[in-house]
Protein backbone atom coordinates (compact mmCIF):
# COMPACT_ATOMS: atom_id res chain seq x y z
CA UNK A 1 0.00 0.00 0.00
CA UNK A 2 3.14 1.94 -0.73
CA UNK A 3 3.73 2.54 3.37
CA UNK A 4 6.96 1.47 3.60
CA UNK A 5 6.43 -1.89 5.74
CA UNK A 6 6.31 -5.06 4.59
CA UNK A 7 2.82 -6.37 4.00
CA UNK A 8 1.99 -9.56 4.96
CA UNK A 9 -1.58 -11.00 4.74
CA UNK A 10 -2.46 -15.03 5.60
CA UNK A 11 -5.21 -17.02 4.91
CA UNK A 12 -6.59 -20.80 5.84
CA UNK A 13 -6.89 -22.48 2.42
CA UNK A 14 -8.68 -25.75 2.88
CA UNK A 15 -11.17 -24.61 5.75
CA UNK A 16 -9.86 -26.06 8.93
CA UNK A 17 -9.26 -22.77 10.76
CA UNK A 18 -5.78 -22.81 10.77
CA UNK A 19 -4.06 -20.29 8.87
CA UNK A 20 -1.90 -21.68 6.44
CA UNK A 21 -1.25 -19.65 3.09
CA UNK A 22 0.64 -16.59 3.55
CA UNK A 23 1.95 -13.68 0.82
CA UNK A 24 4.38 -10.63 1.20
CA UNK A 25 4.63 -7.45 -0.57
CA UNK A 26 8.03 -6.74 0.02
CA UNK A 27 8.45 -3.36 -1.97
CA UNK A 28 5.58 -2.03 -1.53
CA UNK A 29 3.72 -1.73 -4.71
CA UNK A 30 0.35 -3.89 -3.61
CA UNK A 31 1.33 -6.89 -5.04
CA UNK A 32 3.06 -9.93 -3.13
CA UNK A 33 6.10 -11.41 -4.26
CA UNK A 34 6.49 -14.22 -2.04
CA UNK A 35 3.48 -16.83 -1.53
CA UNK A 36 3.91 -19.48 0.41
CA UNK A 37 1.78 -23.02 1.91
CA UNK A 38 2.77 -24.07 5.37
CA UNK A 39 1.35 -27.77 5.88
CA UNK A 40 1.70 -30.39 8.72
CA UNK A 41 2.38 -34.15 8.78
CA UNK A 42 1.33 -36.54 11.29
CA UNK A 43 5.06 -36.57 12.37
CA UNK A 44 4.95 -33.27 13.14
CA UNK A 45 6.95 -31.91 10.74
CA UNK A 46 6.21 -28.48 8.74
CA UNK A 47 5.90 -28.79 5.45
CA UNK A 48 6.78 -24.76 3.38
CA UNK A 49 6.24 -25.17 -0.68
CA UNK A 50 6.70 -21.31 -2.16
CA UNK A 51 5.13 -19.64 -5.03
CA UNK A 52 7.34 -16.74 -5.37
CA UNK A 53 5.51 -15.46 -8.96
CA UNK A 54 2.09 -15.68 -7.67
CA UNK A 55 1.23 -17.74 -10.00
CA UNK A 56 -0.52 -20.59 -8.46
CA UNK A 57 2.31 -23.28 -8.78
CA UNK A 58 4.58 -24.16 -5.98
CA UNK A 59 8.11 -23.37 -7.21
CA UNK A 60 9.06 -27.19 -6.80
CA UNK A 61 6.10 -27.99 -9.32
CA UNK A 62 7.12 -25.25 -11.84
CA UNK A 63 10.90 -26.82 -11.89
CA UNK A 64 10.17 -30.11 -11.40
CA UNK A 65 6.71 -31.12 -13.52
CA UNK A 66 6.62 -28.04 -15.88
CA UNK A 67 9.74 -26.72 -16.22
CA UNK A 68 8.79 -23.37 -15.98
CA UNK A 69 10.46 -20.36 -13.85
CA UNK A 70 9.35 -20.29 -10.53
CA UNK A 71 10.22 -16.35 -10.60
CA UNK A 72 8.22 -15.47 -14.19
CA UNK A 73 4.35 -15.44 -13.71
CA UNK A 74 4.22 -15.62 -17.40
CA UNK A 75 7.38 -17.69 -18.72
CA UNK A 76 6.87 -18.00 -22.29
CA UNK A 77 5.76 -14.30 -22.35
CA UNK A 78 2.47 -14.32 -23.85
CA UNK A 79 0.15 -12.28 -21.68
CA UNK A 80 -1.07 -15.82 -20.09
CA UNK A 81 -0.12 -16.38 -16.44
CA UNK A 82 1.50 -20.16 -16.28
CA UNK A 83 -1.19 -21.78 -14.44
CA UNK A 84 -3.53 -20.80 -17.01
CA UNK A 85 -2.06 -22.20 -19.62
CA UNK A 86 -2.03 -25.67 -18.09
CA UNK A 87 -5.26 -25.48 -16.55
CA UNK A 88 -5.91 -25.44 -20.33
CA UNK A 89 -3.92 -27.35 -22.33
CA UNK A 90 -1.92 -24.96 -23.65
CA UNK A 91 1.54 -24.98 -23.46
CA UNK A 92 3.48 -22.58 -21.01
CA UNK A 93 6.89 -23.02 -22.65
CA UNK A 94 5.52 -21.67 -25.61
CA UNK A 95 4.39 -17.78 -26.85
CA UNK A 96 2.65 -19.23 -29.74
CA UNK A 97 0.58 -21.57 -27.94
CA UNK A 98 -1.92 -20.18 -25.70
CA UNK A 99 -5.08 -21.02 -23.86
CA UNK A 100 -7.70 -21.55 -26.69
CA UNK A 101 -5.57 -21.25 -29.76
CA UNK A 102 -2.57 -23.19 -29.55
CA UNK A 103 -0.62 -23.62 -32.81
Known amino acids: N ?3 FYDWSVY ?3 GDSIFDTSELDTDF ?3 AETFYTIKGTLYGEVIVRYDH ?4 LYDDEEIAVYSTSPFLWDTD ?3 FGDNMEIAEGSDPLDPMCIPYACG
Open 2 to 4: GDG
Open 12 to 14: DTD
Open 29 to 31: DGR
Open 53 to 56: DGDW
Open 77 to 79: GDS
